[in-house]
């Protein structure tokens, strides 16, 4: 089974500060049609978790330049260059071979 | 802009089986696969399994012998079944369109 390791389990960050969440995982997700599946969410709360990064690196429709996405094989990072008050939440990462999530890292603003 | 909306108990007793419809305005199940995620309170997400248009699907081994997930093209719909609750299955239920777009869920507790 695939394992995503996500680090670190929280974040407290000043706004205006950069952020960076890291998500590992136990198997290669280089899918054989040269494509990683592998997503960022981010849960608000009381919302239901709304995507920001698809296939590791692209900027779903709506979502602000201050996110990115990178990383392959195994590794991959989710950056916020500029944490802003409303991106307070629980951000998961998901791979979509298996369709396992990481456990969630929460971030909270200083 | 396709929009998702999970209905269905609230309240299901333990050993029976918990039935959710999810109702998709803006778009035809045609256009992509559909995803069933639940998340029990407090908790992190866990996928439960989707069906394509074709009808083929792929379940979360740890639920597959539980789960059911069925398409209701008439009624621009998607279903899902789990049987033989517990208390374990107590979750917020999701539905999805593919990995991109998420309805607001439902809570379902699993209590006598």
């Known amino acids: 089974d695939i394992v995503m390791t996500q680090t670190p389990l929280s974040l407290s960050v000043t706004p205006g500060q950069p952020a960076s969440i890291s998500c590992k995982s136990s198997?290669?997700?280089?899918?054989?049609?040269?494509?990683?599946?592998l997503y960022w969410y981010l849960q608000k709360p009381g919302q239901s978790p709304q995507l920001l990064i698809y296939?590791?690196?692209n900027r779903f429709s709506g979502v602000p330049d201050r996110f990115s996405g990178s990383g392959s094989g195994t590794d991959f990072t989710l950056k916020i260059s500029r944490v802003e008050a409303e991106d307070v939440g629980v951000y998961y990462c998901?791979?979509?071979?298996?369709?396992?999530f990481g456990q969630g890292t929460q971030l909270e603003i200083k | 802009q396709v929009q998702l909306q999970e209905s269905g108990p609230g309240l299901v007793n333990p050993s029976e089986t918990l039935s959710l419809t999810c109702t998709v305005s803006g778009g035809s199940l045609s256009s992509d696969y559909w995803s069933w995620i639940r998340q029990p309170p407090g908790k992190g997400l866990e996928w439960i399994g989707y069906i394509r248009y074709s009808g083929s699907t792929n379940y979360r081994p740890s639920l597959k012998s539980r789960v059911t997930i069925s398409l209701d093209t008439s009624k621009n719909q998607v279903s899902l079944r789990l049987s033989s609750v517990t208390a374990a299955d107590t979750a917020v239920y999701y539905c999805?369109?593919?990995?991109?777009?998420w309805g607001q869920g439902t809570l379902v507790t699993v209590s006598s």
């Open positions: 198997q290669s997700l280089l899918h054989s049609d040269g494509k990683t599946y």
């Open positions: 999805a369109r593919g990995v991109r777009a």
């Open positions: 296939e590791v690196s």
């Open positions: 998901l791979e979509t071979i298996q369709y396992t």
